[in-house]
């Protein structure tokens, strides 16, 4: 009987001397300090049988302040040249809304401008997408570019835009950036300091106006070869001010797609997350 409480005796001995060191390390404050890591993330497509990436174009809606179509093409070109090992096509930027509305009135489907900027080609029309369907003129939700996504689906398009670029990966979709108004209860971290200057940070509610953007893209892979779609994904960001505060809305575009573009080249190479951890001393 002696060895079994001497055991419990000793246990209990380390717990209290382990809560008195803790008692201690909190009293007097604990350190810590930062470490920098990277997680690697594997791609979510095999682009190996391409050496070639054309961004053609995006249908684009929302606020009149940004061209959503002609930044997103230049950013995600600039992000691919120095990210990809991929050739990233210098090609005039297509205006796929145009497309969209030719190919619903009956047009001819145009191959998109040549390499350097030179003129499409013209072709029959044989492979019109749904003639006669009207599109909305002004693309300002979600709701709105849904009779769009038909262009997507129209792989001859597709196939012959493949074909004048030598089949590369092909880059489009939709982008919408909108404007947004909301007010409401905010909980904000109010800092204090008492009569010895001890630091209290406490959470309070208070009443905000709020004014800001929400960047909605939706990235489509479409294989230049067959014209098929071979991956897409959509993605939502938003960003909101203090209402007395004026930001540009081409900073909150930027501000937004910065947050993006990890996930964009994240489907076409390896990428590295970079993040840190907290180690106590």
Do not use: H
Not at 49 to 72: I, K, S, Y
Not at 82 to 99: G, N, P, Y
Not at 260 to 270: E, G, K, T
């Amino acid at each position: 009987m002696i060895g079994p409480l001497r055991k419990r005796n000793s246990r209990l001995a380390l717990g209290l001397a382990a809560a008195s060191l803790a008692a201690v390390a909190v009293a007097c404050g604990t350190d810590y300090y930062e470490i920098p890591i990277e997680t690697p993330i594997q791609p979510k497509l095999d682009v190996s049988p391409f050496q070639r990436v054309l961004v053609l174009g995006f249908v684009a809606g929302g606020t009149d302040d940004v061209d959503a179509n002609q930044e997103t093409v230049r950013l995600l070109r600039s992000q691919l040249r120095t990210k990809s090992s991929l050739k990233v096509i210098d090609a005039d930027i297509v205006q796929l809304i145009e497309v969209a509305r030719d190919q619903s009135q009956g047009g001819s489907d145009e191959a998109g401008p040549r390499e350097g900027g030179a003129p499409p080609r013209a072709t029959n029309g044989s492979d019109r997408s749904a003639p006669g369907v009207a599109l909305p003129s002004n693309i300002k939700d979600e709701k709105d570019l849904e009779p769009y996504e038909r262009l997507f689906a129209n792989t001859a398009y597709w196939k012959r835009i493949g074909e004048e670029y030598q089949n590369p990966l092909i880059v489009t979709g939709t982008v919408l950036f909108t404007g947004r108004s909301t007010s409401g209860f905010v909980q904000r971290d109010q800092e204090t300091f008492d009569s010895l200057g001890r630091r209290r940070v406490i959470p309070t509610r208070m009443y905000m106006e709020r004014k800001g953007f929400i960047l909605r893209p939706k990235f489509i892979f479409i294989d230049g070869r067959s014209g098929a779609t071979m991956y897409s994904e959509s993605y939502r960001e938003e960003i909101l001010y203090n209402a007395q505060q004026n930001t540009p809305a081409l900073s909150s575009y930027f501000e937004l797609m910065d947050r993006l573009v990890p996930n964009f080249l994240s489907a076409l190479s390896s990428q590295k997350i970079r993040g840190t951890r907290v180690l106590l001393k």
